[in-house]
């Protein structure tokens, strides 16, 4: 499995910033430091074509954050401050990591991911919550369009709605979006998915793998010839925005959940990274690896 990687996924980050910018880095060394039998290749990014990110975005938007023009209320939106100067050659290389992993499977890979992305959170005119550009619409969008794919289905368990991608793709039949989070949380004000399953604060893994799975039962129903995982590990215990109390037993059996759906439809899969912040963040950096390494031998 190819992983997209770039420095500058952690160091596009300002120091100050009280986003644990670390992360990124962390899972890469950890992944790097066991053998994973060759399955995990780390592939470093090129940055994101504009035009690709014209499909999910309105050129005014787009071309304001790349001429360093967005209003200081746009940029609060976001967070990620204070901004480095390498803010707009991250996105681009993020967004890039995402596009490339889409390019493998197009190229015939059942499995592809980014060490990153997973930016549900952006709309088609602004960014909201460390979201700048969204990469699952940019995505679905070039599937679509550009490529020759039927139907994405889009599976968000971040414990955030993917309020962003709802509403950019609200009016596309052949994108199904799904998103499982928690009720009272990030955003306030939630769209509307294909699917919603908004969870009550608290949940512990037994409750939350029943509802996962009556969920799943109703996605069996949809057509898909791609799918792409939103894979927070937010829903964890210890993190710090999350609300919800899954444990690392809770959250591999959510993994192994939806390994077994995508194969069961032999549906190729990319995993777009999402949200995790537990403080240490070296919980949310063991759930991310055992994420990569589980989906690592991906095939149907
Ligand atoms: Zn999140």
Redesign the pocket.
């Known amino acids: 499995m190819n992983i997209y990687y770039h420095p500058l996924y952690t160091y596009g980050i300002d120091s100050n910033s009280s986003f644990p910018r670390e992360r990124y880095e962390l899972i890469r060394n950890s992944l790097e430091a066991e053998s994973n039998n060759g399955l995990i290749n780390f592939v470093e990014p090129i940055k994101a074509d504009v035009r690709d990110i014209y499909r999910a975005h309105t050129k005014d938007y787009v071309d304001r954050f790349l001429n360093s023009k967005l209003s200081n209320k746009e940029i609060r939106e976001i967070g990620l401050k204070p901004w480095s100067s390498a803010i707009v050659d991250r996105t681009m290389f993020l967004t890039g990591g995402s596009l490339k992993a889409l390019e493998d499977i197009n190229n015939g890979s059942p499995i592809s991911s980014n060490l990153g992305g997973?930016t549900?959170?952006a709309y088609k005119d602004k960014g909201s919550?460390?979201c700048i550009f969204n990469d699952l619409a940019i995505c679905a969008l070039k599937a679509i369009n550009h490529y020759n794919f039927k139907k994405v289905l889009i599976i968000d368990l971040?414990?955030?709605q993917g309020d962003g991608t709802a509403s950019i793709l609200s009016s596309i039949d052949e994108i199904f979006t799904f998103s499982m989070?928690c009720k009272k949380?990030?955003p306030f004000v939630k769209q509307k998915s294909d699917l919603d399953i908004s969870l009550d604060e608290g949940l512990n893994d037994e409750h939350y793998i029943q509802i996962l799975k009556k969920s799943i039962s109703k996605l069996e129903a949809i057509d898909s010839d791609i799918i792409f995982f939103q894979a927070?590990v937010?829903t964890l215990k210890e993190d710090r925005?999350?609300k919800l109390n899954l444990s690392f037993d809770g959250l591999s059996f959510r993994n192994k959940l939806i390994y077994e759906f995508s194969k069961r439809r032999k549906n190729p899969v990319i995993i777009f990274m999402?949200?995790?912040?537990s403080k240490p963040i070296n919980k949310t950096v063991k759930a991310f690896v055992e994420l990569f390494t589980f989906f690592s031998d991906y095939s149907f």
């Open positions: 997973g549900h959170h919550g460390f971040d414990v955030h989070h949380n990030f927070g937010d925005y999350g999402g949200g995790g912040y």
